[in-house]
């Protein structure tokens, strides 16, 4: 354990800014948000310390219902199985009607690059492979689409793909298809590249 | 906007559209594409070119010395209340900030888990909770042993020993405080099925990861950060029992 970082000084800064510069500057906007969230977005994104949308989209309290796991996946609606991603999705558009659902990709995402060291052989993470092989078919189309791929060049075609079938598997969600066809609910598909410092749109699902 | 107001303080019930809602239509994607790509650029000139050495050298490699488990709810984001900066927290968001035990079996938090303390090796863990969570509201309100086709429904009873002790413990107060207490008494039930993993009780009990639990009440704008004392806890007993210690709140 290192002895220099102080892990509760550490946040205990990062609230006593977050007071002063941002919450008793607009006590207004914060007394409104602790009465109802509004969010028009629903966002998925990495787990990964580097991908916050918060940072790299400059959001403020009360923009985003935030979903963050391992590579930002949507599984295929499954109750048994994936309740987690379903509560999210199921509170984000069924209570608090959200008009916006972006799924943001990043580059060197671990969680793609597991799923493409699989199968090991030598080390199983259960959980993390569990969770990744979500993932699995974009892998296997990638791959079939591009047998020449490999390396970096092959993650970024996979990383990408999966956001194209977290969009579709968001379909899945029954509440999600009759949004998209009321027009009052639209999907983004979206992708930070912190190597290059940029950020695309790589599609986009509306009524 | 009434009815909006309605399901948002009540938290979770399946909100029926009434006839005298209108449903807020998309008239043009452009702006949602504009307002981003503009966040995005002001991001880019003021953070990251302005710290292009930082951001290159995460780029090769992270290494963040917290997990932060929080809650989804747009108000609570640790990278806002708590300052995270690109690099510093490994994040989990879901609905009410739970973490299932061990014997519930694979899903997308204990994956998380599992990548961030055996793979990044995170010294700390902080499982935030908050005020007013929509989630513990809804695992406060639903019958016990209700089968459900509500998503929520079968989340949230993650957290029914919070539930259970809130009820033993907390009963002669309104719900609302019952709501608040058990958003806490749910933060502890997390930090107890944390040592479920044996590769976290593993760390812990080495001293090379500690288990914080954090309460953010955006009424009033404080935070309350506990630490589990694991010396002191022995989660095997019946009733969970855990102590805490370096007890803050911040104001």
Redesign the interface.
């Known amino acids: ?2 002895t220099t ?1 102080d ?2 000084q ?10 002063i510069n ?3 500057k607009d006590p207004d906007y ?1 007394r409104q ?7 028009k977005f629903l966002m998925f994104a990495c ?6 949308p ?17 590579a930002n ?1 949507v599984p295929v609606s499954n ?14 558009v ?4 959200v ?2 659902i972006l799924v943001i990709g990043h ?2 995402c ?2 793609i690059e ?1 799923l493409l060291a699989l199968p090991d052989d030598e080390t199983s ?4 492979d ?3 092989s979500v993932a699995e078919p974009a892998k296997q189309r990638v791959i079939a689409e591009n047998p020449d791929a490999s390396g970096e060049e092959l993650q970024t075609l996979v990383e990408k793909a999966s956001v194209l079938d977290s969009l579709k598997n968001l379909l899945s969600y029954p509440y999600v298809q009759s949004g998209i066809e ?5 999907l ?1 598909g ?1 992708y930070y590249d ?2 290059r ?3 695309q ?1 790589l599609e ?1 699902v ?1 009524v | 906007m009434a009815l ?2 309605q ?3 009540e ?5 029926q559209e009434t006839t005298e809602t209108t ?4 008239n043009d ?1 452009s702006d ?2 504009t307002e ?2 503009n ?2 650029l ?3 000139k003021h ?3 302005e710290n292009l050495e930082r ?1 290159q050298e ?2 090769q490699a ?1 290494a ?3 997990l932060v488990i929080s809650c ?6 640790p ?17 009410a900030n739970l973490v299932p035990p061990f014997e519930n079996g ?11 303390v ?2 990044l090796e995170v ?2 863990i ?1 499982v935030t909770g908050h ?2 969570c ?2 513990i509201r809804a695992l406060m309100s639903m019958e016990d042993e209700e089968n459900s ?4 429904k ?3 009873v993650v957290g029914k020993a919070a539930k259970s002790s809130t009820k033993a413990t907390a009963s002669n107060l309104s719900f609302d405080q019952q709501c608040k207490h058990c958003e806490k008494e749910s933060i502890n039930n997390s930090l107890l099925n944390l040592l479920t993993y044996p590769w976290v009780e593993e760390r812990v009990a080495k ?2 990861l ?1 288990l ?1 639990g ?1 309460y953010y009440n ?2 009033d ?1 404080t ?1 309350e ?1 506990w ?1 589990l004392d694991y010396q002191k806890s022995n989660p095997k007993q019946e009733t969970g029992g855990y102590a805490i210690k ?1 007890r ?1 709140f ?1 104001s």
């Open positions: 354990m290192s970082f892990p509760i550490r946040i205990n800064d990062g609230f006593e800014q977050f007071k941002e919450f008793n914060y948000l602790a009465q109802k969230q509004q969010p787990s990964d310390s580097r991908v916050s918060t940072n790299i989209l400059n959001l403020r309290p009360g923009e985003a219902f935030m979903a963050r796991n391992i996946l109750k048994e199985r994936y309740s987690d991603i379903g509560a999210i999705i199921e509170y984000a069924e209570t608090l009607n008009e916006v580059s060197r671990g969680g597991r993470y259960d959980f993390l569990d969770w990744v009321a027009n009052t609910l639209q983004l979206g912190f190597v410092g940029n950020f749109i986009t509306t | 909006r107001l399901a948002s303080t938290g979770v019930a399946l909100v449903p807020k239509l998309i994607s949602s594409f981003m790509k966040r995005f002001s991001f880019k953070k990251y070119l951001y995460l780029a992270q963040p010395k917290f989804a709810d747009s108000r609570v984001c990278s806002y209340i708590l300052g995270f900066q690109p690099g510093e927290a490994f994040v989990v968001r879901n609905v694979p899903c997308e938090t204990n994956a998380a888990l599992e990548f961030s055996t793979t010294e700390n902080l005020s007013c929509g989630g086709s509500s998503f929520i079968n989340w949230v001293g090379l500690s914080h954090g955006f009424v704008c935070y950060k630490t370096n803050e911040w």
